[in-house]
């Protein structure tokens, strides 16, 4: 049997209805933008294999450093103990993030990041004498897979039934553009409750959603709005930290600053997970008593591994480079042209951009995970060896900055000669 017959024989794949999926891409190898099949076909990785790999596959410089860790210490646990790598990374990441931020809180991934900074933002409030337990979120927002990043997460067919199990939301609509003012208004009348403890969001660029897209403008309103009112705020910036939007974190466009910040997905370069929760001083602070029921007892067995933090220092040392901040404008660049062109073709509803990301969407079907079009448009593009990952009637590009001039062309043409399956699905409707 081939490899991807011995998977099929033994593994359960994420978001996979397993029944009728076809044999998944067996790769062997990657290197840079390009994913190597067993049979030799080439892959342009469009998505950055789930929004992960910001610098291109099996980058020498993140081997290096992960190799040389690998020697040195591969683990040590992380309650009582420390080393070089965790404080390092600490230290970098508190030099570029939103300022306010004083804390690194180590954990596993995104939706860990998620867990972690709910967990804290209410305790915070138990522990200053002031309990508040209710969180408000977008009504379209994707957090996680984890009981409390989903609850704070769009209620969807994804959770369905979970539902009766996750803690109740207050959700506000997104504030795109001609519901701006929908929006705040929305908040501003929650705000008035007292339970309310913080505000989650995704800053600027909801992922899951669709890449939908909304003003810098209009979330410092709200931003302001919960810290008038004593909300604590947190930015999930699992997806648009590092770059993504063109700076190195979505929170850099804004007046307002997040009291707690989520990262993973990018924090590695893509090479292993790991996920980071950071928050200020005051937040911090509220923890620190004689009474040792204040604690934040939160942790996993791998929290702050050194492998994955050697990983995201090397993938520090990536993003400070000049090479990789003219990638960024380059391709921010050949987006915002391809957006010109393709918006002009029949059947685009609305092309979307912030940075290296780019979305567009079809008028036809809808934005849903089961839909018939998007495994279409997904295996159309399969065929013609580029990897995307369309969300219902929405194609969306976040590739790794090393991507170059051609293989952007080649992503571009393949979603240009979607016209036609589009059109098809439109006349069936």
């Known amino acids: 049997m081939n490899l991807a017959e011995r998977d099929n024989n033994i593994i359960w794949h994420p978001y996979t209805q397993m029944k009728t999926a076809a044999l998944p891409v067996p790769i062997v190898r990657g290197e840079g933008a390009l994913l190597f099949t067993e049979d030799g076909k080439t892959i342009i990785d469009a998505v950055s294999s789930w929004w992960v790999n910001l610098y291109g596959h099996a980058h020498p410089h993140i081997a290096r450093k992960v190799a040389e860790q690998l020697q040195t210490l591969e683990h040590v646990i992380f309650a009582g103990f420390t080393h070089p790598a965790a404080v390092t990374l600490a230290e970098n990441l508190l030099k570029v993030l939103p300022e306010g931020q004083n804390r690194v809180f180590y954990s596993d991934n995104g939706s860990t990041a998620v867990e972690v900074a709910l967990k804290m933002a209410i305790q915070y409030w138990d522990n200053t004498g002031n309990p508040k337990h209710k969180i408000v979120a977008f009504r379209d927002s994707y957090h ?229 079009l998007r495994d279409k448009l997904y295996n159309f593009a399969l065929d013609k060896d580029v990897l995307l990952r369309p969300l219902g009637n929405i194609i969306y590009i976040i590739p790794p900055y090393c991507i170059t001039d051609q293989q952007l062309q080649q992503v571009y043409e393949v979603i240009t000669g979607m016209h036609d399956l589009v059109a098809e699905a439109r006349s069936a409707e």
């Open 144 to 372: 996680g897979d984890t009981f409390g990043a989903m609850s704070v997460s769009s209620r969807s067919a994804f959770t369905a039934p979970f539902w009766s199990y996750l803690f109740d939301v207050e959700f506000i609509d997104v504030p795109v553009p001609g519901k701006e003012a929908q929006a705040v208004e929305q908040l501003q009348q929650i705000a008035q409750q007292q339970d309310i403890a913080a505000f989650i969001y995704e800053p600027l660029v909801l992922g899951t959603a669709g890449m939908v897209m909304y003003r810098p403008e209009v979330l410092d309103q709200l931003l302001s709005i919960c810290h008038a009112n004593n909300i604590l705020t947190i930015a999930d910036e699992v997806m648009t930290g590092f770059g993504r939007t063109g700076r190195t974190f979505a929170s850099h466009y804004l007046q307002q600053k997040p009291d707690i910040v989520c990262l993973s997905k990018g924090l590695t370069g893509g090479t292993m997970a790991l996920g980071v929760t950071t928050c200020n001083e005051q937040i911090y602070t509220a923890f620190l008593h004689d009474d040792k029921a204040k604690t934040f007892f939160h942790g996993h067995s791998y929290t702050a591994n050194p492998v994955a933090c050697a990983a995201g220092l090397a993938s520090f040392d990536l993003l400070q480079q000049e090479e990789t901040q003219q990638n960024i404008a380059r391709i921010t660049a050949q987006h915002a042209a391809f957006a010109q062109q393709v918006e002009q073709l029949p059947h685009v509803q609305e092309v979307r951009q912030q940075g290296t990301i780019i979305a567009i969407e079809f008028e036809a079907g809808g934005t849903s995970y089961f839909s018939s």
